[in-house]
Structure formats: structure tokens, C-alpha cells
């Protein structure tokens, strides 16, 4: 009999055993299954494709590879615009010309006229240190004969609208040449508002005929101690080195002469007369 209950309870112990790993067996598969269903709803991760940046690649290398003029060009339009000092680094960032490779490149821009290196940046450089209206407006104060306005283009990004604005504002006067087709910035000098001219003196001044060749128009300024704005001489060599003859068409040179003429003496007149109301 003991050993019939002992087997009894010995067969029951390993039933609930069973039992037990049956229920953990169950448990663990479908944690599994679980934690699988969240996996299997995730989009597959794309592999990376390392030919996505060709295009950009290709683009710096035809870049550097281009002549040096045009590396050079790419990197003075970068500080024009900009008008920031620039390291070479910084530089290859904006523009992938690699200064510190190219030698050449580099020495060109620490020599280049339009470029001022301080030994460490680079910065655009104009023909007139101006930055603002008032320093435009003292640098035509002190150049009385008159400043070619492409001389003044550079100066600063909105150089040209401060020009008008002086103009509007009666401090300077701004003259073509039509001799050159060079406009010309001259200052107003306040000191004839008020002074009374002469109708004699006015009658001598209009009777004065200009002479018709700018030759000759630089020629007096010279001898009466003053520096012409242009140089009719230069200009015509430099055209006639181009196969363009200045002596081509006498009949329209000498109608725009004529022009310059007239516009010389009415912006005199004006000056004239408003000194004299």
C-alpha cells in the first residue's frame, strides 16, 4: 500500500511538473511572437549607396580642374558679393577652389588689384575705400575735376543709388561724356548759391565757342593748369589697336561733340542763373 501511494504521488508531482513547462513554453512563444509583430510592421533600412554624392563630387572635381583664370574669377565673385575676409579654407567651403593645393591660384589672388591679403584673409578690394554715402559724398569733394563713375561702382553694393541720391539732393552733379561715354561725378560747390554774375559776364561766357575735337578741349584744361577727366588720345589708340577706326564716321563724332557742347553750357547756364536769382 505505501508504495502504491508513493507512486500515486510521484505520478502527480510529475504531472504538475508537465503542466508548469507547458504553461512557460506558452508564455515564452508568445512573447516571442510579441515582440516579432512590432519588427515585421518596420520598413526594411534602405542600404546605404555610396554613389549619391557622385554628382557633387564630379562638380568639385571639374572645379578644380578647370584653368586658373576661372578658379580665380570664382573666387573674386565670392568676395564681391560677400565683401568678408575669407581664409583659404573658409574659401574652399564657398567655393571647392582649393587654394592651398593650387600655388598658382593662391599667388594670383595675393597679387591681383582687386584683391587685398593681410596675410591670413582675403578681401575684395575696390578703387575707393568708401563704404557710405558720406564718405562718396567727401571723396567727390575732394576730387573737384571730376571721378569716373565706373570708377566708383565697386566701391560698396548700393554705391550707385547713393550717387542718385546726391544728385537728387543738389550736393553733386553727375555729367556724361559723350566724347568717351564716360559718366563723371563732379561736387557742387555751395559757394556760388548767392553770387550775383554779371548779365556782361554771362553774355561773354555763352559767346565762347568750345573747340570741336576733345583733343583740343584737354589741351586747354592743361594749359590753364587743370587735369582732364579723360584721355581722348589713349582711348583713340587703344581703337584703333582694335581695328576701329576713330576717324570712321566724322559726321557722328561730330554731332556728339556738338552734343557735349550744349550739355556743358546748359549745365553752366543753370549753374548762372541760379546764382544770379
Keep these: 500500500m505505501a508504495l502504491q501511494e508513493s507512486l500515486a504521488r510521484f505520478k502527480k508531482q510529475q504531472e504538475k511538473c508537465q503542466a508548469i513547462a507547458s504553461n512557460a513554453a506558452a508564455k515564452h512563444a508568445s512573447s516571442r511572437s510579441a515582440a516579432a509583430a512590432p519588427n515585421a510592421s518596420r520598413p526594411p533600412v534602405p542600404q546605404i549607396k555610396f554613389s549619391n554624392d557622385t554628382e557633387r563630387l564630379q562638380h568639385i572635381n571639374s572645379i578644380r580642374k578647370a584653368p586658373a583664370g576661372a578658379q580665380i574669377k570664382r573666387v573674386i565673385d565670392l568676395l564681391y558679393e560677400t565683401r ?15 587654394m592651398n593645393a593650387n600655388k598658382n591660384v593662391f599667388e594670383s589672388l595675393r597679387n591681383n588689384p582687386k584683391v587685398n591679403y593681410d596675410g591670413g584673409r582675403f578681401r575684395y578690394k575696390a578703387k575707393h575705400d568708401v563704404k557710405g554715402k558720406d564718405e562718396l559724398l567727401s571723396l567727390i569733394k575732394r576730387n573737384t575735376e571730376g571721378i569716373l563713375i565706373i570708377d566708383l561702382k565697386d566701391a560698396y553694393p548700393n554705391v550707385m543709388e547713393d550717387l542718385q541720391a546726391l544728385k537728387a539732393e543738389g550736393k553733386i552733379w553727375l555729367l556724361s561724356n559723350f566724347d568717351s561715354q564716360e559718366d563723371i561725378a563732379y561736387p557742387n560747390d555751395p559757394r556760388l548759391v548767392g553770387v550775383k554774375v554779371d548779365d556782361d559776364l554771362k553774355q561773354l561766357f555763352r559767346s565762347i565757342e568750345l573747340p570741336r575735337d576733345m583733343l583740343d578741349v584737354e589741351k586747354d ?9 579723360t584721355n581722348t588720345a589713349k582711348r583713340r589708340a587703344a581703337a584703333q589697336v582694335q581695328g576701329i577706326s576713330s ?31
Excluded: C
Design 221 to 229: 584744361l592743361q594749359k590753364n593748369g587743370m587735369k582732364p577727366a
Design 84 to 98: 568678408e575676409a575669407f581664409t583659404p579654407e573658409q574659401i574652399n567651403e564657398a567655393t571647392y577652389v582649393d
Design 247 to 277: 576717324q570712321s564716321k566724322p559726321k557722328k563724332k561730330k554731332r556728339e561733340i556738338t552734343k557735349r557742347t550744349k550739355l556743358t553750357n546748359v549745365h553752366m547756364r543753370d549753374l548762372l542763373f541760379g546764382a544770379s536769382s
